[in-house]
């Protein structure tokens, strides 16, 4: 079991390992800031071959949206560690472990479905990353 503060502390990291997507896919919504967005796109779409595009509206309106939410999703987990934690600490580990599981599972099967399964295997590596410990129940702090 890891330690109540630990858990904490790796909410914080979580927080940061999803919100730090935000701000990138913000990028993309104009047409002279778009390329860090596009190359991470490209590099989540394996092999770098110059696609996506951020050419069309839609996909900079998709990145205000992706970028948005991201952000948001990232802020929350940060103000649950911050706000929550210390008084329902199982209740926010288990909300914001089946947040990431959830993100899991749709962002794989929709990057499967859509010819881009090489994204699916980067989402490992960030699930891995954003759970960390919190996999396994804190112990309760000390008195």
């Known amino acids: 079991m890891m330690s109540h503060e630990f858990h904490r502390f ?3 990291v979580t ?3 999803v919100g730090s ?3 990138i896919a913000f990028l993309g919504t104009m047409l002279a800031t778009a390329e860090p967005a596009r190359l991470t796109l490209d590099i989540l779409s394996w092999p770098i071959d110059g696609m996506p595009s951020y050419e069309a509206p839609g996909i900079r309106f998709l990145s205000a949206l992706t970028g948005g939410f991201l952000l948001g999703w990232g802020v929350t987990i940060w103000l649950l560690s911050v706000w929550v934690y ?5 209740a926010v580990r288990r909300t914001v472990l089946f947040g990431l ?3 899991f599972v749709l962002d794989s ?3 499967i479905a859509s010819g881009n399964a090489s994204n699916a295997g980067f989402n490992v590596l960030v699930l891995l990353l954003a759970v960390g410990p ?3 129940p804190a112990r309760p702090p000390r008195a």
């Open 109 to 111: 099967a929709g990057s």
């Open 21 to 23: 997507f935000g701000p």
């Open 134 to 136: 919190l996999w396994r």
């Open 10 to 12: 790796w909410l914080k």
């Open 86 to 90: 210390d008084h329902a600490p199982e």
């Open 101 to 103: 599981l959830s993100w």
């Open 15 to 17: 927080a940061i390992v």
